[in-house]
C-alpha cells in the first residue's frame, strides 16, 4: 500500500452564518472538533457548509438550501480551480466536504484530499488495486465515494476491500476484503455509516456472484452482519426467515445444483436511511444469469418465479441486518432491469393526507412512489418510453407485462424499451422540496436480447447472462448507425411525484449524461456527454449557464460553503457502461467525447482557465487482410461478444476511453495478439489473460473476426469519403 503526504493545511473554520440554521446540532464542528457523529449525520440537513455523507443526507436528495449562488447571479459563476486525476478512465465518485476540506474518489479507486477553497493538493491514496481486477467489473474501473465517521474515511475498493483512512493524513488504519476473492466480486458503490456500522454491498451478478450487503464495525473492521439478498443452495434449516420467503420463488433445484452460479441480486450502488423509522433502503441488482430460463426454469424449461429480491427495494434494520419489508419493482427480471437506482426519501402531500414517501426510477422506466413505512405501493407511471410492460397493477403493484417481451418464456430475440442500460442507471437524481419535482438524469436506448442456445456459465471471464450478446451488432453502413443513433435520447426530466408526469423535460445530444444537484439557489446543476456543465432554472429547465468541460461529464455535482462562500464542484470524466459497451460510432455521432479526468470546483466571480483542449487524435483504420474462413469468423464474433464487447464494444467499434481493437498494433500479429489475450502481458494495465476461458484457437478467431471488422469499416470509410468528395 502507497500513501503520500503532500503537504500539510490549517483546519478551516466553519462560518458562523453557513451553520446558522443547525439548531446546535454542530456546535462540535465549531469549536473545531473534527469527528463525524451520529448526530451530524442525522442533522446533516442543517449544515449547509459541509457534504458528509454520499447524498448529503441521509435521505438522498441532493439538495442543498445554499443559494448564494442563484438564478440571478450563476452568469458570473468561473472556475476557482481544478485538479487533474491520475487515471484516464470512467469518474463517477460524489466529494466529501469536511471543515474546508475535500475528499474525492477517482479510478481504480484512488483517494484525493484538497483544501476545499484553494485546491492545494493535501494527500493521496493509492490502494494499488490489480489491475486484472479490471475484468471483474462489468462497467469500469469506477468508484463512487467514500464515508466518514469520526476522523476516518472509508473506501470500498474495486478489489473488494473496505479500507478505513485517517482524515487527516490518509494513512491507512485498518482494511479488509469484504467478498470471495475466488470469485468475481468488485466493489464500486460508495459506504455508508449507521451509528458507527459501515454498510457496504458489492457488485458482480453478470458474472455469476451471490448478491448481499453488510455492516462492518468502524472501529476494527469486524464484520456485524450480512444480509443476503437471494437464496443459496445450502442455506441450511437456519436460514432466516427472509430467505426461506425468497426460495418459494426460485426454483431451488436449479439454484442448488452443482451447475448454477451465484443468482445475483447484488447491492451495488443505492442505499437511503430514515432516522425516525431505523430503516435502511437498500437497492437489488439483477439477476445471475440474465436468462430466468436458465437461472430458474419451471417444468417446460422456460423463466419462473418471482426470484425474490432480485429488483426490488428492501427495508432492513441497520443494527442488525433484519428484514422488514420489500417491494419488487420486476418480478421474474430477464432484462438485466435492476433496482439499484437512486433511491430518494421525502415527506409530501398526497391524495390529501402526508405521507413518508420513497422514490426510485429504476432502469425497468417506471417511476415508483412507495410508502416508506410499509412498503405500500402508492403509484407509478413511466419517466420514458418502454414496451416491455403496459402500465402497473394499481392493486397488486405489478407490471403488466407485454408477453412478446416475455425472451425468458419465448425463447425468441426481440427488441426491448428500455435496454439493458435503463431508463436511468446509476447516477443520482436530486429532489427540491420547494418545487416539489425530482429531477431524473434519464435516456432511451434499446437492446436485441437473443437467447443463447445450450448456455453455460464460465466462472474464469465473461458475462453470464444466458443471452448472445453479438445479436444487436449493426452492420458496416453508416445509414444504418444513422438510423439507429436517431433513437438513442438523453434528457432531463423534471417529474412531479404526485402527479406521475413530467412538468419539463430538457433535450440532451445523447444518453449518459450525469447526475443532478438542486439548490436553494433554484438552480438544478447537470453535466452531459457533451462535454458540458450545466446550471438550469429548477422551475422551468431554461439553461442559465454553462461551462466547456472538455470531457463528458457523468459524476454528480456538490456544492458547499468556505468562510461564507459557495462552491459547486464536479468530477468530470467520460467513462462507465455506455462508454464502453456501446457502438463506437453512435456515441461518435451523438456526441464526439473524449476522457479528461479532473476535479472542476467554481465560484462566483473567479476567471480560471483550463489548458487548451488537446486534440482527439485517432489511428487509421490499417488492418492486414482477412483471409479467414467465414467459420472461423462466426465463431470469433460469438466469442467476442461474450468476452470482449463488454468493454471493447459492440462489433469491434471502440469508443475513446479503452483501446479499438480494430486499430490494435497488435492485430497483425499472432504472436503479439497471444501474448496479451490467451497469456495476459497486459494485466497489470487491466487486460488479463484468457487462458482459462478459451483456447488459442478461439482466441486467434477472435482476431480474425476483428480484422474482418476492421476490413469492412475501412470500406465503409473509403466509400464515404468519395460521397463526400463527389459533393
Known sequence: MKTMRWVAAPMALLGAL???????????AVAGESGITAAMLTGADGDSANWITH????????FSPLDAVNTGNVADLGLAWFADMDTARGQEATPLVIDGKLYVTSAWSKVFAFDAATGEALW???????GETAVKACCDVVNRGLAAWGDTLYLGTLDGRLVALDRETGEVKWEKFTVDQSKSYTITGAPRVIDGKVIIGNGGAEFGVRGYVAAYDAKDGEELWRFYT????????????????????WNMDVLGSSDAIGGGGTVWDSMAYDPDLDLLYIGVGNGSPWNRAYRSP????TGEGDNLYLSSIVAIRPDTGEYVWHYQTTPGETWDFTATQHIVLADMEMGGEMRQVLMQAPKNGFFYVIDRKTGEFISAEPYVSLNWAKGIDPETGRPIENPETRIDKTGKPA??????LGGHNWHPMAYHPAENLVYIPAFEAGMMYAPEANWKPDRARGFNVGFTLGAGDLPPGMGIRREVAGTLKGMLVAWDPVKQEPRWTVEHPGPWNGGLLATGGGLVFQGTAGSEFNAYDAASGEKLWSFPAQTGVVAPPITYTVDGEQYVAVLAGWGGAYALSVDGALIEQKAPVRNISRLLVFKLGADGKLPPEPELAELPLDPPPSRASAETIALGQAKYGRYCAVCHAPAAVGSTVLPDLRRSGSLGDRRAWKAVVHDGLLKDNGMAGFADSMSEEEIEAIRAYVIHRANEDREMERERGKTVAQR
Open 18 to 28: 453557513a451553520l446558522g440554521g443547525c439548531d446546535g446540532i454542530f456546535s462540535d
Open 55 to 62: 447524498g448529503r443526507t441521509y435521505s438522498e436528495q441532493r
Open 124 to 130: 493521496h491514496y493509492d490502494p494499488q488495486v490489480p
Open 230 to 249: 437471494v437464496p443459496g443452495g445450502d442455506d441450511g434449516e437456519d436460514a432466516p426467515a427472509h430467505l426461506k420467503k425468497a426460495a418459494e420463488t
Open 298 to 301: 419451471g417444468e417446460d424449461g
Open 415 to 420: 427488441l426491448v424499451l428500455p435496454g439493458a
